[in-house]
């Protein structure tokens, strides 16, 4: 008696949506809300996350059409949002988020939870809200998020 073996190809893996990140998730739906009027709401999800993956050629482009202001800080802010939301997710301890933009000059982000100052962010003009790629608008979120939770962790009790 002969046995052959057969080879199968393995099953190929499903790749895991880029865009299915829990940060990119909640920034899409910080978007989406600050969307009132509907502007973008035939984007893609991905369309208005590529926005803020910009090259120095793209950025030199956006910084002299005013056509992106309003996108800009709709991003800018939804940015901050995202991060402010999964803080409070995470400490359990309500969040609260003021974004002051101004054209050219330094913008700012503060986070609080639950009383504590746990993040600021001085931002040089908001049009320059931009990230190499998308793992590092990840990463930069991320480590947010990382170092607000374990400052509100020295001064409010909670389990993360």
């Given at each position: 008696?002969?046995?052959?073996?057969?080879?199968?190809?393995?099953?190929?893996?499903?790749?895991?949506?880029?865009?299915?990140?829990?940060?990119?998730?909640?920034?899409?739906?910080?978007?989406?809300?600050?969307?009132?009027?509907?502007?973008?709401?035939?984007?893609?999800?991905?369309?208005?996350?590529?926005?803020?993956?910009?090259?120095?050629?793209?950025?030199?482009?956006?910084?002299?059409?005013?056509?992106?202001?309003?996108?800009?800080?709709?991003?800018?802010?939804?940015?901050?949002?995202?991060?402010g939301t999964i803080i409070e997710s995470k400490t359990g301890h309500s969040t609260e988020i003021f974004i002051h933009l101004r054209s050219k000059e330094f913008s700012s982000a503060v986070?609080?939870?639950?009383?504590?100052?746990?993040?600021?962010?001085?931002?040089?003009?908001?049009?320059?809200?931009?990230?190499?790629?998308?793992?590092?608008?990840?990463?930069?979120?991320?480590?947010?998020?990382?170092?607000?939770?374990?400052?509100?962790?020295?001064?409010?009790?909670?389990?993360?």
């Open positions: 008696m002969v046995q052959a073996i057969t080879l199968e190809n393995p099953p190929k893996l499903n790749k895991l949506n880029k865009f299915q990140h829990p940060f990119l998730q909640e920034l899409i739906k910080q978007i989406r809300l600050a969307d009132s009027f509907g502007q973008y709401s035939d984007w893609s999800d991905e369309l208005l996350i590529e926005q803020l993956i910009i090259s120095s050629d793209q950025e030199e482009l956006y910084s002299k059409n005013l056509n992106f202001e309003t996108l800009n800080q709709l991003l800018t802010k939804a940015f901050y949002k995202a991060i986070i609080s939870c639950g009383g504590v100052l746990v993040l600021y962010s001085l931002i040089w003009g908001y049009r320059r809200l931009s990230f190499l790629s998308l793992s590092e608008l990840i990463e930069s979120a991320e480590t947010n998020i990382r170092n607000a939770v374990n400052k509100a962790s020295l001064y409010l009790n909670f389990v993360y």
